[in-house]
């Protein structure tokens, strides 16, 4: 079945970057000078999707206003002839087919997903969490790439990243079946581990934000108990899909960047202005000042 929808959950308190996640979403902090969820919606977009649903709290309201019109925004740019800032103002307000959500109280990830049930009814979706970014410039967007696995195989799609040993422990990490391999890419998963350390990792593969899941996910949400942390994990409602469904690692081409922890945050923000032609040169030269040893 063809996927039209895709979920961003946003609705996480950002604690790791705090204080400025006190009253701003970390899912609108700028990478160079652009929120980190537009850039998610952009890959959204291109990957085919035509209806975004983003999952948002009370302290999140900068999200919708985002990509609400601004009236007063458009007519100082009016008045001042700023065609070319008029016309990403546009780019920005229609974008796709936007519908917000509200996750009462941050209770997980799964319990985040479960929120967008209604709007995304009994059809197979993607999911983009909203901190974390895949860039593949040259390529077929990382969503897309898990949407044709869905549309190959079927079932759920989950996007694998190859991490050094120390950092299993920082992952969901997937178990997969041996003789598995369903193509050079795509491979059966036996099971997923969440965070476990280096000697018990069944695998180097990790799970990073990006998904296609089919609508069973949210019977099994809703039958999840809280795990880790007290909150209801993605990973457990997925778990308990093995069986009913096949479940697919999908080795992913792109980069991936996690802008949800200060180290990230930052070194995601000087990789993106690098990309960029209009700031590279500035960035370039400011870092030649610096003494790095
Ligand atoms: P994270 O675990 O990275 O985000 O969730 P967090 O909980 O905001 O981060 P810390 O640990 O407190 O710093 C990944 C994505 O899932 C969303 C987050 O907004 C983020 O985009 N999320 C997480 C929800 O929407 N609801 C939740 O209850 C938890």
């Not at 009236?71 to 008029?86: N, T, V």
Request: glycine letters at 8%.
């Amino acid at each position: 079945m063809k996927i039209r929808k895709a979920v961003i959950p946003a609705a996480g308190l950002g604690t790791r970057v705090l204080p400025a996640t006190k009253a701003i979403p970390k899912e609108m902090l700028p990478l160079a000078d652009k929120p980190t969820i537009q850039y998610v919606i952009e890959e959204a977009v291109a990957s085919g999707i035509e209806h975004v649903i983003i999952v948002t709290s009370r302290t999140k309201r900068a999200i919708e206003d985002h990509f609400d019109e601004s009236p007063e925004l458009r007519a100082a740019l009016e008045k001042k002839g700023d065609r070319a800032k008029l016309d990403m103002l546009e780019r920005i307000e229609s974008m796709a087919q936007i519908s917000f959500t509200r996750q009462p109280r941050a209770r997980g990830l799964g319990h985040a997903i479960l929120m967008a049930k209604d709007l995304v009814g009994n059809e197979p979706f993607g999911v983009l969490l909203g901190d974390d970014l895949v860039m593949n410039p040259d390529g077929t967007p990382c969503l897309r790439q898990l949407m044709e696995a869905h549309e190959r195989y079927g079932g759920c799609v989950l996007a694998a990243m190859e991490v050094p040993s120390e950092q299993t422990r920082l992952y969901g990490v997937f178990d997969l079946w041996p003789e598995g391999d369903v193509d050079e890419y795509t491979h059966r998963v036996r099971d997923l581990v969440e965070k476990p350390q280096p000697e018990v990792a069944p695998s180097h593969l990790a799970v990073i934000g990006r998904y296609v899941l089919t609508p069973d996910i949210f019977a099994a949400l809703e039958q999840t108990e809280p795990g880790a942390g007290g909150e209801i994990q993605l990973t457990d409602g997925i778990r308990a899909l093995r069986g009913k469904e096949p479940i697919f690692a999908y080795e992913f081409a792109g980069t991936r960047y996690d802008t949800g922890d200060p180290v990230g945050y930052l070194t995601t923000s000087l990789a993106f202005a690098l990309q960029r032609p209009d700031l590279a040169p500035g960035v370039i030269a400011y870092l030649k000042t610096l003494r790095l040893d």
